[in-house]
């Protein structure tokens, strides 16, 4: 009984980890005094903000990433997060509306760009 008291413990302490770094990058435009553009940002990065939380959680939950795993883990979303981030336009932009409808479509579409 005690095993499972402490094992349902780590994972609520797994899930506020995971909250938090969410909730530090959804307040990067309170954080960093970015106003003008929040609705842009909030646009173009909070899919891949949620995605990243509920990844973070449950790579946590399961161990199955180690220390130097994290790293590539940051890369794979740093990518995605620059590429879109970098987009011309506006949130009126068909290609900024699309690409912040699906978090890993920027990794693909980095491909033909080469």
Known sequence: METKKNAQMIEVIELLIACVISLLLI?????LQLTAHENEFYLKNGALIIFFGMSVYLLLSKGLAKK????????????PAAFINLLPGTSKNDVVMLSSMHPSSPIYSAHWCW
């Open 68 to 79: 130097m795993q994290w790293i590539w883990i940051a890369v794979t979303f740093l990518i």
């Open 27 to 31: 307040k990067i435009p309170a954080i």
